[in-house]
């Protein structure tokens, strides 16, 4: 099995910043596209961004120009760095992971558990 853990969330007040970092670890052959999912209360989860193992990128457009994707390959972790934070970005942030695992050669899917994000005064 291959486990993701977030961190970096937190309560940060409108236009901080703030940095989440999520770690794969287990039976991981290769890691393919890392991603971060959002959902806020009452709302399905949505998109923010995703990066492929060449670098490739992809944000939604609600964080364009705000949030920056990138990764560690030899680490196997994925970062997600927001600035200039808004009310509306508030959500639980899952990081996602397409791979391959060691055991078995299949691929999978795997999400972490959620960080909480809130951006208020």
């Known amino acids: 099995q291959v486990q993701l853990v977030e961190s970096g969330g937190g309560l940060v007040q409108p236009g901080g910043s703030l940095r989440l970092s999520c770690a794969a670890s287990?039976?991981?052959?290769?890691?393919?596209?890392m991603g971060w999912y959002r959902q806020a209360p009452g709302k399905q989860r949505e998109l923010v961004a995703t990066?492929?193992?060449?670098?490739?990128?992809n944000y939604a457009d609600s964080v364009k120009g705000r949030f920056t994707i990138s990764r560690d390959n030899a680490k196997n972790t994925v970062y997600l760095q927001m600035n200039s934070l808004k009310p509306e970005d508030t959500a639980v942030y899952y990081c996602?992971?397409?791979?391959?695992?060691?055991?078995?050669?299949?691929?999978?899917?795997?999400w972490g558990q959620g960080t909480q994000v809130t951006v208020s005064s």
């Open positions: 287990g039976s991981i052959f290769s890691i393919n596209a």
């Open positions: 996602n992971a397409y791979h391959i695992d060691s055991r078995s050669l299949r691929p999978g899917r795997s």
């Open positions: 990066i492929t193992s060449g670098g490739s990128t």
